[in-house]
């Protein structure tokens, strides 16, 4: 609900503590009404102090007729929670508030219990306000649904607060089937984790209408992570209760399920990845589902426009340096703050080539305007470079290879304890090919990165 009104005021001079006053109680609620900029009319019922007593009780309902009750074709319904719960003290009024809520979440006003008869001490013609003594359906009648709420203190002070329903909010729209959902299970032992896993399968198999991927969320966000924990996934329900029941049977080798004792939070470190990894159509169905990703990609696509390019490549340009830089930009930083957004938190960020860039602005080293500009100006002046270059993987250790290059070839790459690239002239990489007796692969590429036929942009890109 929204709050779309209060007022608070102090009764003042009384006939004693205990004593309500009514012109201050037709004070707080025209101030009230006049916070929310309505009518009197515009309120369908009153969750009412009500304390039962006949003090009390015929001065509020006075009141009541005498502000909601004037000058409107559909009668205030009248009823409180004290019928129900009692006198709450503190939380009476909160009490109140959370009674009306629900009750525009349900649609119905709850009748007031033991009010079969109205009091004989009120004037209930003095205008249109009639008690729940049954429960009513509440429809909109014209305007959206809105409700008063009145709880007054001990002490004089009176509070009137207006609710009113909330905006329908429009349906968000389906993001699509996941490809593979992930259950997770955690446990104090071994032990434990396999009970836990017999356990939720004999739940869910009880269950056919139980939507694997709520499943999945209520696992991750509603369960303690304890130190012994497993993933399974798997692509629909049979696959999943099949995982769970190679878990529940102790065989946790199975290719669907990931089981491991986690003594203590490990680092965790997110590498960005340099050219060549590019596609058409990517990041379109992120932007789709997820709206940070959207959004992300939104802010960048105003600084370097590569959506367009990235999503249909209508011109065919994607895999050209000044197109295909920009974009893993884009894709990356716009996947980091999806990743961001869900909880994930990097302790290392490493990047390779224009990765390094990405991973550099998310870090916090610059700004997204400046880090477009770099990305902008690297791509463009590679782009200009003369082609003819060439780039070679070799799953070869870097001591074994470097003896190999010559002037106009360099190591572009270590990816690993047996595994290199190299860069450079087209020549001189075919001759090192032909020489090495470990597996090769060329790389399709347009320009020969990291090498040292980069070095005519290096003034430039300086400046």
Known sequence: AVVRGSAVNQDGA????????????????????ANAGLAAADVDAVEAHGTGTVLGDPIEAQALLATYGQDRDQPLWLG???SNIGHAQAAAGVAGVIKMVMALRNETLPRTLHSDEPSTHVDWT???VRLLTDAQPWQRNGHARRAGISSFGISGTNAHVVLEES????????????????????GRSEQALSAQAGRLRSWIESRPELDVADVGWSLAAGR???EHRTVITGADRAELLEALAALADGRPDEPRTQTGLVRSRAKLALLFAGQGSQRVGMGRQLAEAFPVFAETLEKINQLLPIREVMFDDPDGVLNETGMTQPALFAFEVALFRLLESLGVRADVLVGHSIGEIAAAHVAGVFSLAD????VAARARLMQALP??????????????????????VGIAAVNGPSAVVISGDAEEIAEIEGRVSA???RLRVSHAFHSPLMEPMLADFEE
Not at 371 to 374: P, V
Not at 387 to 408: K, N, S
């Open 387 to 408: 082609t003819g270059g060439a780039m070679l993987a070799i799953a070869a250790p870097e001591a074994d290879v470097v003896p190999l290059l010559g002037d106009r």
């Open 224 to 226: 303690s992570v304890l």
């Open 167 to 186: 905006p329908v909010a429009p349906e968000p729209e389906a993001a699509g089937e996941l490809p593979m959902v992930p259950w997770v299970l955690s």
């Open 371 to 374: 880090a477009c500009a770099l």
């Open 439 to 441: 597996r090769t692969r």
């Open 80 to 82: 409180t929670i004290k």
């Open 126 to 128: 003095a205008g249109a």
């Open 14 to 33: 009384s006939n004693g503590l205990t004593a309500p006053n009514g012109p201050s109680q037709q004070r707080v609620i025209r101030q009230a009404l």
